[in-house]
């Protein structure tokens, strides 16, 4: 829908955060698709075309399912996967105005969102609490004990054995336009300090998911915010989350709303926001790019 038939909307949008009591955010895939973090199209064909050449992939999403027949070849792919979408900028400064609209409220991030890219705009990290792992972490993948281990420092070796330089902005380039290799040195390949066994990635999609101790301090301070905003005029602000976890933040917020009279649902999402019957009174949505309604918010 055009933004300017969303006149409206916006202007009730911008009327409830001056109400708000708190503003909780509840952040999905669409709202980093927004600032320039896409998995497909011409960022996919500048990192992976000898990937997609070889093995037919469509996106980045799908090369992370293929079961690769060496760890060499695994971790070149996944090493790329990850430095482009946790160590590089941000492309546009979606974050940041959401940082700008929230930084004087009493605010919280829930987010499904894996890419580091609330902390990386500003955001205070005691107040985010990712559900769902972090690019930059890997863990045993028993897993043997709930532990993380930062990656960065090997996953830039990584894609440096492959071929590549990085700028001034962190973005990866080949210096001498030639193919990419697409293995690392089997000395890279991570293993559990503890046990010896393969690493993964701290990435929730199954029962191996390590739940370490930041992640636990994370889920505390969220419920405490939760408590500690309970009957007040709380603004849960739901940004690009789709149908792949809706419990996690969706369900969850329609929820709360209907628990709390006082509080107002907002849901910007490009196509997909809308709000069940039993709230609809007290919800704003608005179905546009998120970073065009930041930017007119």
Known sequence: ???????????????????????LIGA?????????????????????????????????????????????EYWAYWSRYIFINRYMEI???????????????????????VDHCFQKAGFDKRRLFYTQGDYGLFQCSEP??????????????????????TDKD??????????????VPAPLVPHCPVCGRP????????????????????????????????????LFLELGVGMNTPGIVKFSFWRMTTENPKATYACVNSGEASAPTEIRDRSICINADIGKVLEQL
Not at 7 to 15: A, D, K, N, P, V
Not at 33 to 60: C, L, P, V, W
Not at 145 to 164: A, H, L, P, W
């Open 1 to 23: 829908m055009n933004i300017k038939k969303n006149e409206h909307m916006i202007q009730s949008l911008r009327h409830a955060f001056h109400q708000a009591d708190a503003v």
């Open 28 to 72: 999905g895939a669409g709202l980093s698709a927004s600032a320039g973090f896409i998995y497909t199209g011409e960022r996919f064909q500048n990192y992976f075309k000898d990937f997609a050449s070889k093995y037919g992939f469509q996106d980045m999403y799908s090369g992370g399912f293929y079961p690769f027949e060496t760890p060499e």
């Open 91 to 113: 492309p546009k400064p979606v974050y940041q105005r959401l940082l700008e609209l929230v930084h004087d409220k009493d605010y919280f991030v829930l987010t499904t969102n």
């Open 144 to 165: 043997c004990c709930q532990k993380t281990y930062d990656n960065e420092s090997v996953i830039r070796e990584m894609v440096k054995m492959q071929g590549f330089a």
């Open 170 to 183: 962190n973005s990866l380039y080949l210096p001498d336009e030639t193919a990419p290799k697409m293995t």
């Open 199 to 234: 690493m993964g990635m701290n990435l929730r999609s199954d029962a191996t998911f390590a739940e370490d101790s930041g992640w636990h301090k994370a889920a505390k301070r969220y419920h405490d915010f939760l408590r500690g905003h309970q009957n007040q005029k709380v």
